[in-house]
């Protein structure tokens, strides 16, 4: 890993990838098999930290099903306790956790009952959160999505209230357009205001319908973490689909994986982007990680930008059944 490569969040020093760790936990039902496969997770938190990687991503509701809540985030923990490097780089992890989805009894994700932004709830959350990562502070705590029961503005004012709980040391959004982002930062400010640090939103070759809220975050320093970067494997159209010739074409000339070449593409894209690829094995978050080793050349980066297809309007981002107010 270039040591130029390294990004920040707020004052935080971060790698230039992280990992996206929900796949550890058998989730989306593609990865249903790491259930079986313990050991194979805290081999890939290990992998990603004895390679540099020093934040990794997760949440409150990434688990095989709505209850227990939480899986995620003690795998994390357990994967970090049990790494082998020092205190010292144990104490430069980066965990961001968020909050603000429930699930139903069901395991139905997103339904009428499925979002929760009261400040009661986000306090327990939070709250939930640190015990299960066994921390104290959690460095970053992410509004993970709009709740439709309530307006931006009150909730909002919630998330604002966090770091006077005493628990959360940064905050950022999650999946939210450049008006519900403006929103957010008029009530907990920006970066230099020790507000909104990062926003999380999905954002791949395949997914580009969140270009302005990139360039937003670009022009005020707010750190961009893309999830679902490689388009989600397993989607069509994803970066591994015949739609991407000018970026199979290039790999193949620099002689990398079209995952790695990817990732490239993001960081080259803007300074303050920091791709979360799931990975549910070392190999693979290796291979992205090789990402930040390759070389582009302005042309090289126009080359690949231009050559991408329109964006397609599938996505993983799920739109609450009842519109937000903006």
């Not at 932004?117 to 509004?143: C, F, M, N, P």
């Not at 159209?237 to 790999?251: F, G, P, R, W």
């Not at 990732?263 to 693979?284: D, M, V, Y």
Request: proline share 6%.
């Amino acid at each position: 890993m270039k040591n130029n490569q390294r990004r920040f969040i707020g004052k935080l020093e971060v790698s230039p990838i992280g990992l996206g760790c929900m796949p550890l936990s058998g989730y989306p039902p593609e990865k249903s098999f790491m259930l079986d496969n313990r050991d194979q997770a805290i081999q890939t938190v290990h992998a990603a930290l004895d390679a540099g990687i020093n934040f990794l991503d997760t949440g409150d509701s990434y688990s095989p099903t709505w209850n227990p809540y939480g899986h995620n985030e003690k795998l994390i923990a357990e994967g970090i306790r049990s790494w082998s490097g020092s205190a010292a780089a144990k104490a430069k992890i980066i965990v961001a956790t968020k909050a603000g989805i429930t699930r139903e009894k069901n395991d139905t994700w997103y339904g009428e009952l499925g979002f929760n932004s009261t400040r009661s709830y986000l306090y327990r959350a939070v709250e939930g959160s640190a015990a299960r990562l066994g921390v104290d502070k959690i460095k970053l705590w992410q509004h993970h999505r709009i709740d439709p029961k309530l307006t931006i503005e009150e909730q909002y004012e919630n998330v604002n209230t966090l770091k006077e709980h005493g628990i959360v040391e940064n905050i950022g959004l999650s999946n939210v357009t450049v008006a519900q982002l403006k929103v957010g930062l008029s009530i907990i400010g920006g970066p230099k205001d020790g507000g909104v640090v990062s926003v999380q939103n999905e954002f791949s070759p395949r997914f580009r319908v969140n270009s302005d809220v990139l360039e937003l975050c670009t022009e005020l320093g707010i750190a961009f973490l893309p999830w679902s970067p490689l388009g989600g494997i397993g989607k069509p159209k994803n970066v591994t689909s015949d739609s991407y010739a000018t970026l199979h074409e290039m790999a193949n000339r620099k002689n990398v994986s079209v995952f790695a070449l990817t990732i490239a593409w993001h960081l080259a894209k803007s300074p303050i982007t920091i791709p979360i690829p799931g990975s549910s094995q070392p190999a693979t978050i290796l291979d992205s990680l090789s990402g930040s080793e390759i070389d582009l050349s302005a042309a090289e980066f126009a080359e690949l930008d231009n050559g991408l297809p329109e964006t397609s309007i599938e996505t993983g981002t799920y739109i609450p059944k009842k519109p937000a107010a903006n």
